[in-house]
């Protein structure tokens, strides 16, 4: 077991970020890069958001976390934020477990494009700006919210409005050699550092920042990098506004 001495948590396992929602991700201390799916239960319904890779050594990681709480043939949604192969490579791999059409696969018109470029059969379901759903047995509503050319024209972000939790995908995101799961004070410069080449212009920057302003945010769950706590919310947000994105010449 390894414990991170500051937050005394263990990455090498699932670890339940809020009841009933764990990071079952992977840090890549080489690339000084992490990848973080994560897992919602409520009642019957289990839902990955953002699964990943499909190389061995990272769906290793992520089925063997999931399957720590539970069995992969569960899941009932698979949540992906756009096209990208970190996010979506592993679909294939989860069809073979549970088969066609027996999970629903939930992205953006514009993503679910590209999905069946990786192979995937399952149907897929599209949501737009503002779309809700009600899912499990709590009352748990997820509303999905448009972000678009962060970084893909057709890029979503999740917000859980049980636990307030934005899955930000791959804004927030993070490059750090010293990776912790949970941010701390010096997370903003690694949250700078991804977008700055990522993003292509301000303006969108700017309009997602504005949307998110009117939600009550608890926690933000990106794809790379940490999880963001309250306290910190604002550094990042404050790290983003106004800043040159788009700078690779
Ligand atoms: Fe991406
Ligand atoms: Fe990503």
């Not at 410069?189 to 608890?218: G, M, S, T």
Request: proline fraction near 6%.
């Amino acid at each position: 077991m390894i414990v991170d001495e500051k937050t005394k948590i263990d990455p090498t396992s699932a670890v339940e970020i809020r009841p009933g929602v764990w990071w079952v991700g992977w840090p890549d201390h080489d690339a000084g890069f992490s990848n973080n799916p994560y897992l919602i239960i409520d009642g019957d319904e289990v839902i990955l958001i953002d699964p990943g890779s499909r190389l061995e050594e990272h769906w290793n990681w992520v089925r063997k976390k999931v399957e720590s709480i539970v069995p992969i043939e569960k899941i009932t949604m698979v949540i992906v934020h756009h096209q990208d192969p970190d996010l979506c490579a592993a679909i294939p791999l989860i069809e073979e477990i549970i088969g066609i059409n027996n999970f629903e696969i939930v992205t953006s018109e514009r993503t679910a494009l590209f999905i069946p470029y990786y192979g995937v059969k399952t149907e897929v379901t599209t949501v737009d700006d503002g779309d809700e759903i009600e899912v499990g047995t709590s009352g748990r509503v997820l509303r999905f919210l448009t972000s678009p050319y962060l970084h893909f024209p057709g890029a979503i972000v999740t917000y859980d409005t049980k636990e307030k939790i934005l899955f930000s995908s791959d804004i927030f995101g993070g490059f750090s050699v010293n990776w912790n799961l949970y941010a701390d004070e010096y997370y903003a410069e690694a949250v700078k550092n991804f977008a700055q080449p990522y993003f292509p212009d301000k303006r969108h920057v700017e309009n997602f920042l504005q949307k998110i302003e009117k939600l009550d945010i608890d926690l933000i769950c990106p794809q790379h990098g940490s999880i963001i706590p309250k306290e910190h919310i604002p550094d990042v947000i404050n790290a983003l506004r106004d800043l040159e994105v788009g700078v690779w010449k």
